[in-house]
């Protein structure tokens, strides 16, 4: 296995799917550009003359667009950003928090990371979306699905302000799951 000298810039970008790791190699001598989505790779091209520019490809099982730009600085230095939908990595992660609601947590020694896409309702779990069935209720609505043999539901309530909107809430076996930070 080749040891990669030319790395210049990992990024982590947290999907419904999962979360994906980019690593992105670049030889400022022979323009050589390589990529790699979660260790495997998606992009070689070993010589070019132009030393900037760009470079896309897709993450995860929705297949998201993600564009890696290069941009020289000054003399020899370049700037490497990532861009996610067409949108910087900052603007995706700020635009996530507004659409989906993530839970982690531990089942029976097994991790599992649960993530509500609020648009679609969908949920996916570990990279899967995973069965629901949906049923309106007195205050609101139940998402039910299961992860091994446990029962699980997201309830979704109106905050009653509308700045808040509606709440979201994981409950697994009767016990609510706290939100996690990504």
Known sequence: LEKMTDLVAV????????VHKIEFEHGTTSGKRVVYVDGKEE???EWMFKLV??????VGASKTKATINIDAVSGFAYEYTLEINGKSLK????NRLKTTN??????DGTDYRVVLEK??????????????????????TETHFSLGDHS??????SSGKRKEGIIHTLIVDDREIPEAVE
């Open 53 to 58: 520019g760009k470079e896309t490809f897709t």
């Open 102 to 107: 993530t839970w982690v947590l531990n089942l």
């Open 91 to 94: 603007k995706h992660m700020e």
């Open 43 to 45: 992009i070689r091209k």
């Open 11 to 18: 990024w982590e970008v947290a999907l419904s799917d999962g």
């Open 119 to 140: 648009d679609t309702m969908d949920v996916w779990c570990n990279g899967q979306k995973l069965e629901t069935a949906g049923e309106f209720v007195e205050d609101g």
């Open 152 to 157: 699980c539901c997201i309830k979704a309530v």
